[in-house]
């Protein structure tokens, strides 16, 4: 199998780790650059070597798609690409943004997969042009589709209309070490920040939160723009906008009592993947697929937009420790079994035996 990305390297990178345990040749094509990983030079490449086995051969393409190299760059590497002689190739959303990986990985017209983790745009996030018809024409021509929910399938369905079945498969998460809730009751608000993730919303929340809970601490970390708002000048809040290192996110997640997901637009999450992780318990909006995230008991869900009853709910969690434990098992478990990367993997590879690897009829595509 060759997995091909520009953007989602952490997510090809697990998936690509787990189709090898799942005893797959895998092959992982992506662009050379650091941006997933605070743009710290290196990063990029450290994360794939410590995340998959030396079996797991991992490709890039350097330099721009408007370099000067760029068409020679795409020919070396997919020369290389294909002497590996890939069954099925399978793709990320976003690579469209680069048209050189595409041909690199030996992607053909109704032969390949596709991953889309976003049917809809977030709102106010700046996605260029190239990127968003790139992945108009790759639904159009993909073999195979794979989404993270069923609401995410309904919505890509209704968009896109696209020709190729679309299998649900779980957004993977490994199991990791968890440890007890912390004494502080204390909320975390991980991850990129963006208006659609609703960071305000569970701001108003915390004077409601605070009146019965005074003791409850927040904790806000991620890259991005922060909005200006009066509750962050508490002492009891901390604020780190800045891209997280990966190895100090356990240390976040064992001194929350919750993760705080109160999106007003969303489809899926890897933020609630990493709760789950962790063992910690989740409140989200019921938006997208977040829903189907806490299906499996490892979390609550809220209205969007809806302080009141988002503070009710955190309060419900903070207020009662054998709820949130109940909760936070629930999530580990989880972790364990059906959305391990192993199990996602083998539901991948039922897939593309069953929608890439059958005999086709003559005549057909």
């Given at each position: 199998?060759?997995?091909a ?6 997510y090809?990178s ?15 094509l ?14 990029a490449a450290?994360?794939v070597a ?15 798609v ?9 020919l070396?590497?997919?020369?290389t ?18 048209v050189?990986?595409v ?24 996605v ?14 993909a ?5 993270h ?24 998460v ?15 608000f ?8 609703g960071?305000?919303?569970l ?8 009146e ?7 904790m806000?970390?991620?890259?991005g ?19 997280i ?11 929350a ?8 637009q ?10 789950k992780?962790?063992?910690r318990?989740?409140?989200?909006s ?9 299906s ?40 364990t079994?059906?959305?391990?990367w ?18 086709r009829p003559?005549?057909?595509?």
């Open positions: 199998m060759v997995l990305c520009d953007f989602f390297l952490r090809t697990m998936l690509a780790a787990g189709l090898d345990r799942a005893g797959t040749a895998v092959a992982l992506s662009r050379d650059h650091d941006q997933e990983f605070g743009d710290r030079p290196g990063g450290k994360f410590e995340a998959t086995s030396p079996a797991v051969r991992h490709y890039s393409i350097p330099g721009r408007r370099s000067p190299r760029a068409l020679v760059d795409a070396r590497v997919g020369r690409v294909r002497r590996f002689g890939a069954d099925v190739v399978h793709l990320q959303e976003s690579i469209g943004n680069d050189r990986l041909l690199a990985s030996g992607a053909r017209p109704r032969r390949f997969a596709l991953t889309i983790h976003d049917p809809v745009r977030h709102p106010g996030e700046d260029a042009r190239s990127s968003v018809l790139g992945n108009r024409a790759l639904v159009r021509t073999g195979l589709i794979f989404v929910a069923t609401a995410l399938r309904d919505e890509l369905e209704a968009l896109s209309r696209p020709r190729a079945p679309i299998v649900v498969v779980p957004h993977g490994d199991p990791g070490t968890t440890s007890p809730l912390p004494e502080q009751p204390t909320i975390l991980f991850g990129r920040l963006g208006h659609y993730k960071l305000d919303v701001l108003d929340s915390m004077t409601a939160v605070w019965k809970l005074p003791e409850v601490r927040l806000v970390a991620g890259a723009e922060l909005e200006g708002h009066p509750v962050l000048a508490d002492p009891r809040v901390s604020v780190r906008v800045e891209h290192p990966d190895a100090e996110v356990p240390a976040l997640f064992a001194a009592t919750c993760v705080a997901l109160p999106y007003r969303a489809s899926q999450s890897g933020v609630g993947s990493l709760a992780r962790h063992g318990p989740l409140v989200v019921a938006l997208g697929g977040l829903p189907e995230l806490v499996d008991g490892s979390g609550l869900t809220v209205p969007a937009e809806d302080p009141a009853a988002l503070s009710q709910t955190l309060l419900d969690v903070l207020g009662d420790r054998a709820l949130a434990q109940r909760l936070a098992r629930a999530g580990a478990e989880t972790a079994r059906g959305a391990d192993r199990s996602v993997a083998e539901t991948t590879l039922q897939a593309y035996e069953e929608h890439l690897l059958q005999p003559k005549g057909s595509g």
